[in-house]
């Protein structure tokens, strides 16, 4: 196994949630890393070496090897850094359980936000606002069994759930600036919206968190590109 104090380098950008996913990882662990700024629309060499199946990021690259997609590379720093305090929940069927989630967000969660991004009117981001709402809500109701009534999905301190999710709070805020909706909102998922209140308030939230403005900016090219398509394909 490669050494702990090895260089490691994370391929990213700064409107990445996932790979903001993974700075947070890298904060909470304490461990030093390069942040090499990628650029989607034109791909550099090392990116497309190091993901050639999904050519996304993030990728982290440890001692020479890369590692990707982002619940898979917080499992790798949780294990190789295992000297600060662990991301996953000790317990194995906590650890499931907290898998399960994590994967949920990442498949419900960020489609539904997706979707609310793709809209091309506001009948249809109205309508997808509200299955966005419905996205969120079994989060709300799993929060209490997951935190044991604590501050966080992993308790006292922010885990592998947390970031998971907590990832993608600057783009719920960058939607509400672009479109006026709010997906955690605090009259139906009030649990949620004191969560990510607390969550961002964490040290390791604002040393991670992309600007709001950059991600406005990149989504606003991503609507024109998505625009552009639609119109070819008519
Ligand atoms: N499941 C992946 C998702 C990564 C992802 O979607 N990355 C986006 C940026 S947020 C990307 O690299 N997109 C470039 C592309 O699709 O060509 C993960 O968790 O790492």
Excluded at 51 to 69: D, Q, S
Excluded at 127 to 148: I, M, N, T
Aim: hydrophobic share 50%; proline share 4%; glycine share 8%.
């Amino acid at each position: 196994m490669a050494g702990e104090g090895e260089g490691v380098k994370l391929l990213g950008t700064v409107v990445s949630p996932f790979a903001v996913r993974v700075r947070m990882a890298l904060h909470l662990k304490g461990v030093s890393y390069e942040d090499l700024e990628q650029d989607l629309f034109d791909k550099g060499e090392l990116l497309l070496a190091s993901n050639p199946v999904h050519k996304k990021v993030p990728v982290l690259i440890h001692a020479g090897r890369p590692v990707c997609e982002s619940l898979a590379i917080v499992e790798y720093v949780d294990e190789v850094w295992a000297g600060a305090a662990s991301l996953l929940p000790a317990d194995p069927y906590d650890r499931a359980v907290a898998r399960f989630w994590a994967a949920y967000v990442d498949d419900k969660v960020v489609h539904a936000m997706l979707a609310i991004l793709r809209a091309t009117t506001k009948e249809e981001r109205a309508e997808r606002l509200d299955a966005a709402l419905a996205a969120v809500k079994p989060l709300e109701d799993a929060f209490d069994a997951c935190s044991g009534g604590k501050a966080f999905f992993a308790g006292d301190s922010v885990g592998y759930l947390d970031v998971a999710l907590g990832c993608h709070l600057f783009w719920f805020e960058a939607l509400r600036e672009m479109f006026g909706v709010t997906v955690v909102d605090a009259g139906r998922t009030p649990r949620l919206a004191a969560w990510a209140g607390r969550f961002l308030e964490t040290e390791t939230a604002k040393k991670a968190a992309s600007p709001i403005e950059s991600i406005v900016e990149y989504a606003g090219k991503l609507r024109a590109i998505w625009a552009a398509m639609a119109a070819a394909a008519k």
